[in-house]
């Protein structure tokens, strides 16, 4: 039963409002349980054409079977393929995912996310994880699901990472793409740590330009400073990046003065050598043992996060600062990782911080009533169109302005 602000909106609201939502999330469910009856009807459509009676010639029938799947669908032939190739290893290995799709409890795009990160694990440790990622999909966008995928396939196989690890740093490089109108674009591979503490360097950066007379947003500052940097008095061009911005020596010199502050989460035992589970990057980004230790040892501008070796709660965040408020600010950001609000994925750094109570209602400022929101849904709570309660491990209850609930988990859950 909802109350005050939120119950005045949910009687304002016609019931025609409400009816429409629920006809809305039935067609969604009608949709994916159609797209697993799509992936069962193309593959028994498969298993018939490639048969040794219709054809001798396996890859000529594939072919075929592809080309007219695409002219049945209005597909490109390889948008086909990679129908056909999701459909065939769901029907044929991921059973237990294949009947969430039927039941409508998950969606197309996460099976195929499921698929994606698990497939080329050995069966037996790929069932058990196909369990867990099926027992939280439901509440997780695909991307999150990706990510929580990533996180417990190291924290399962950490024996492995570091091979891989050292197999993956020989792809590293540059790669340059045409854009239309005028517009390029430079993709980096590099090592994940190197990569964060990079874009969060820009992104310090282009908010200490923040500022009235400012009409650029925070990623075109981004782009900005990054090629002034990389650019600086290239055949007498300047590139500028501040108004009126001259020195381009001066103005090199100060962004590399900007320290970047990138979260590192390390089981203890891990850091005393007796384990290999694997650390994990600004909360998401499984990096191995040996580079978690080396930063975690002498690197400045990281943060280091020591986690319970079971249960991987927060044990500590540091105290390399001493005002109680940017200690929680932090602690609040590696918690979260993302807006709390359901289904938004704007980076916790993005976000303000805000009193699930409303202060002037007589909220604390504490762990266990503030939260990350972006501006926009902040904007929704402060409006009082949406209304939530936080418990004391973290979960937030969201309330429509209709009566909906929905619930929001912590990233990583503060030990108490």
């Given at each position: 039963?909802?109350?005050?602000?939120?119950?005045?909106?949910?009687?304002?609201?016609?019931?025609?409002?409400?009816?429409?939502?629920?006809?809305?999330?039935?067609?969604?469910?009608?949709?994916?349980?159609?797209?697993?009856?799509?992936?069962?009807?193309?593959?028994?459509?498969?298993?018939?054409?490639?048969?040794?009676?219709?054809?001798?010639?396996?890859?000529?029938?594939?072919?075929?079977?592809?080309?007219?799947?695409?002219?049945?669908?209005?597909?490109?032939?390889?948008?086909?393929?990679?129908?056909?190739?999701?459909?065939?290893?769901?029907?044929?290995?991921?059973?237990?995912?294949?009947?969430?799709?039927?039941?409508?409890?998950?969606?197309?795009?996460?099976?195929?996310?499921?698929?994606?990160?698990?497939?080329?694990?050995?069966?037996?440790?790929?069932?058990?994880?196909?369990?867990?990622?099926?027992?939280?999909?439901?509440?997780?966008?695909?991307?999150?699901?990706?990510?929580?995928?990533?996180?417990?396939?190291?924290?399962?196989?950490?024996?492995?990472?570091?091979?891989?690890?050292?197999?993956?740093?020989?792809?590293?490089?540059?790669?340059?793409?045409?854009?239309?109108?005028?517009?390029?674009?430079?993709?980096?591979?590099?090592?994940?740590?190197?990569?964060?503490?990079?874009?969060?360097?820009?992104?310090?950066?282009?908010?200490?330009?923040?500022?009235?007379?400012?009409?650029?947003?925070?990623?075109?500052?981004?782009?900005?400073?990054?090629?002034?940097?990389?650019?600086?008095?290239?055949?007498?061009?300047?590139?500028?990046?501040?108004?009126?911005?001259?020195?381009?020596?001066?103005?090199?010199?100060?962004?590399?003065?900007?320290?970047?502050?990138?979260?590192?989460?390390?089981?203890?035992?891990?850091?005393?050598?007796?384990?290999?589970?694997?650390?994990?990057?600004?909360?998401?980004?499984?990096?191995?043992?040996?580079?978690?230790?080396?930063?975690?040892?002498?690197?400045?501008?990281?943060?280091?996060?020591?986690?319970?070796?079971?249960?991987?709660?927060?044990?500590?965040?540091?105290?390399?600062?001493?005002?109680?408020?940017?200690?929680?600010?932090?602690?609040?950001?590696?918690?979260?990782?993302?807006?709390?609000?359901?289904?938004?994925?704007?980076?916790?750094?993005?976000?303000?911080?805000?009193?699930?109570?409303?202060?002037?209602?007589?909220?604390?400022?504490?762990?266990?009533?503030?939260?990350?929101?972006?501006?926009?849904?902040?904007?929704?709570?402060?409006?009082?169109l949406w209304t939530v309660t936080q418990d004391d491990s973290g979960v937030m209850t969201w309330t429509s302005a209709t009566g909906r609930t929905y619930r929001t988990w912590p990233h990583q859950?503060?030990?108490?």
């Amino acid at each position: 039963m909802t109350s005050g602000p939120a119950r005045v909106l949910e009687e304002a609201f016609p019931e025609a409002y409400s009816d429409a939502l629920a006809e809305v999330l039935q067609a969604d469910r009608d949709m994916r349980k159609a797209s697993a009856r799509k992936a069962v009807a193309l593959i028994r459509a498969h298993h018939v054409l490639v048969s040794p009676v219709l054809f001798q010639n396996r890859m000529l029938a594939n072919r075929s079977f592809r080309a007219e799947v695409g002219a049945l669908l209005n597909l490109s032939e390889k948008a086909a393929e990679n129908l056909i190739g999701y459909s065939k290893v769901l029907v044929d290995a991921f059973p237990a995912t294949l009947d969430a799709l039927c039941t409508g409890t998950i969606s197309w795009q996460h099976a195929t996310v499921i698929v994606d990160e698990i497939g080329s694990m050995e069966p037996q440790a790929r069932q058990g994880l196909e369990t867990v990622l099926l027992g939280v999909a439901e509440n997780l966008t695909p991307h999150k699901l990706g990510r929580a995928a990533r996180l417990e396939r190291e924290r399962i196989s950490p024996e492995t990472i570091p091979a891989r690890h050292e197999a993956a740093k020989q792809l590293r490089g540059v790669e340059l793409g045409e854009d239309r109108d005028g517009m390029g674009g430079l993709f980096f591979r590099l090592k994940s740590v190197h990569s964060h503490a990079i874009f969060n360097k820009l992104t310090a950066g282009a908010q200490q330009l923040d500022g009235p007379l400012e009409d650029r947003t925070l990623d075109q500052r981004r782009a900005d400073i990054f090629t002034h940097v990389m650019l600086a008095s290239v055949d007498g061009q300047v590139f500028g990046v501040v108004p009126d911005e001259i020195d381009d020596e001066n103005f090199v010199k100060w962004f590399r003065g900007i320290t970047a502050e990138v979260a590192i989460s390390v089981p203890v035992l891990n850091l005393l050598g007796q384990s290999d589970e694997p650390a994990t990057l600004d909360g998401w980004v499984p990096i191995d043992p040996e580079t978690a230790r080396a930063l975690t040892a002498r690197a400045p501008s990281f943060t280091r996060i020591l986690t319970h070796p079971e249960t991987g709660a927060i044990l500590s965040v540091g105290r390399k600062r001493y005002k109680t408020p940017p200690d929680l600010a932090r602690m609040l950001r590696i918690r979260d990782s993302t807006c709390r609000f359901p289904g938004c994925e704007q980076p916790a750094y993005r976000c303000d911080l805000d009193h699930s109570e409303e202060w002037q209602h007589g909220g604390e400022t504490k762990l266990t009533n503030l939260a990350c929101l972006c501006p926009g849904h902040h904007t929704l709570k402060s409006a009082a169109l949406w209304t939530v309660t936080q418990d004391d491990s973290g979960v937030m209850t969201w309330t429509s302005a209709t009566g909906r609930t929905y619930r929001t988990w912590p990233h990583q859950p503060i030990a108490a």
